[in-house]
T-cell receptor
Framework: SQELEQSPQSLIVQEGKNLTINCTSS?????LYWYKQKYGEGLIFLMM?????EEKSHEKITAKLDEKKQQSSLHITASQPSHAGIYLC?????????????FGSGTRLLVRP | NAGVMQNPRHLVRRRGQEARLRCSPM?????VYWYRQLPEEGLKFMVY????????ESGMPKERFSAEFPKEGPSILRIQQVVRGDSAAYFC????????????FGQGTRLTVV
């Protein structure tokens, strides 16, 4: 989606390293979701952020929404092979007079043992 | 409480046939969203439905695609006269009310048109 830019598109890291994935919009994000998709499988809900400056953590994954509510980052600490997959950010954007949940193009993460 | 159930998980259709994809939302959820994921791409919004109503279908192709969410039963995404370009993973998500609550996704239906 051009409304939601994700970076990087792909990422290969060594096990144990930290990494960050970014999700940016030129519009205000009314809700920001992070999902993980195992290759060839469905989506797993990770976190939802709504308030500017909000930060949530689950195990080794931390997500933040900036104060302006236009950018979110997903940070993984001490990555493991089980973290491999496609990470998608989704956001509620006001488009054509209605709110829609749209997605970035995803970040493909590979963690080398 | 079962999650969002999609079936079938895999569907193979010949060109020109019809594909019917089903999505049963989570219990208590009355909002359903359909997304298409083409190979190596992200999720593209298709349609947003509430019970018996289509709220937003701006992402649906103008021809051959239709969706419904009847009062009883699952939401159906119907693709008539499928073509090879329809091959993709189709995901549905449900939420309790508006988008301000979590949207839960099904496992997806992978449609292959041969």
């Amino acid at each position: 989606s051009q409304e939601l830019e994700q970076s990087p598109q792909s990422l290969i890291v060594q096990e144990g390293k930290n990494l960050t994935i970014n999700c940016t919009s030129s519009k205000t994000l009314y809700g920001l979701y992070w999902y993980k998709q195992k290759y060839g499988e469905g989506l797993i809900f990770l976190m939802m952020l709504q308030k500017g400056g909000e930060e949530k953590s689950h195990e080794k994954i931390t997500a933040k929404l900036d104060e302006k509510k236009q950018q979110s980052s997903l940070h993984i600490t001490a990555s493991q092979p089980s973290h491999a997959g496609i990470y998608l950010c989704g956001a509620e954007l006001l488009m054509d007079s209605s709110y829609k949940l749209i997605f970035g193009s995803g970040t493909r993460l590979l963690v080398r043992p | 409480n079962a999650g969002v159930m999609q079936n079938p998980r895999h569907l193979v259709r010949r060109r020109g046939q019809e594909a019917r994809l089903r999505c049963s939302p989570m219990k208590g959820h009355s909002h359903v969203y359909w997304y298409r994921q083409l190979p190596e791409e992200g999720l593209k919004f298709m349609v947003y439905l509430q019970k018996e109503n289509i709220i937003d279908e701006s992402g649906m192709p103008k021809e051959r695609f239709s969706a419904e969410f009847p009062k009883e039963g699952p939401s159906i995404l119907r693709i008539q006269q499928v073509v090879r370009g329809d091959s993709a993973a189709y995901f549905c998500a449900s939420s309790r009310d508006s988008l301000e609550t979590e949207a839960f996704f099904g496992q997806g239906t992978r449609l292959t048109v041969v």
